[in-house]
């Protein structure tokens, strides 16, 4: 339960900077040139794993960073769990990451959760959206023929994208408790041209299940950054 604190701690000190900054659609109010995704991964893999491959081509530019707060959705079949899609929201920390004291204090907080996120994620995201600052709802759709993940951000009066996998590694830190790191590459939409997901916390099923078609929600919880 500690990390509610923390989590709680990040959310009092943040909340001015949040309100001041945070706008609608997907460009955050504050300068973010500072902020390198490479330097990220390498902190929060806590150094055991080379991830540079999440990071989008160069000629990218970084338009949002946020934290994601759901579930990963699964489905029995033939005894395995299998990922039927994701529910969470998605709120802004692009300029809480531009204060170093803040964003160290958030991602300890997000290394923790996994202990706690039933009750953490719920908390969290009710801090978030009283703190006005929720970017977006993210799911998945299948209308293009197969199931895809879609970060929808009408909810801010922005716009959408939907991605295709382009990088998928296991979490550097318990794998077996938290779901993968990813980049994605926007295939529909206008929000982003590339997607990643790193630092998560939970979302892994247990390793096998007895009863067929039955349906389980894991919390989890994870950063994601935007590119244009």
Not at 22 to 36: A, E
Not at 118 to 133: D, N
Request: one cysteine or more.
């Amino acid at each position: 339960m500690h990390c509610i604190f923390k989590l709680a701690a990040f959310a009092l000190a943040g909340l001015s900077a949040v309100s001041a900054f945070s706008g609608h659609g997907t460009q955050p109010h504050c300068n973010i040139s500072s902020i390198v995704l490479a330097n990220s991964l390498v902190t929060d893999s806590n150094g055991l794993q080379n991830l540079t491959v999440l990071v989008p081509p160069s000629n990218a530019s970084l338009i949002q960073v946020t934290i994601g707060f759901g579930t990963q959705n699964y489905s029995c079949q033939s005894g395995k769990y299998v990922n039927v899609g994701a529910l969470a929201q998605v709120f802004d920390i692009s300029c809480i990451e531009n204060l170093s004291v803040i964003s160290s204090l958030l991602s300890s907080g997000i290394n923790e959760l996994e202990l706690a996120l039933p009750s953490v994620g719920p908390f969290a995201a009710k801090l978030a959206t009283m703190g006005g600052f929720k970017l977006a709802d993210h799911y998945f759709d299948t209308s293009s023929g197969s199931l895809a993940p879609v970060f929808n951000f009408a909810v801010s009066k922005g716009g959408f994208a939907i991605g295709k996998k382009l990088q998928d590694l296991p979490a550097p830190v318990n794998p077996q408790t938290n779901v993968d790191w990813l980049q994605l590459q926007a295939v529909a939409g206008d929000a982003a041209k590339f997607l990643v997901r790193e630092q998560t916390a939970g979302g892994q099923p247990p390793a096998t299940c007895a009863t067929e078609g039955k349906n389980l929600e894991v919390p989890y919880a994870a950063k994601y950054w935007f590119f244009g």
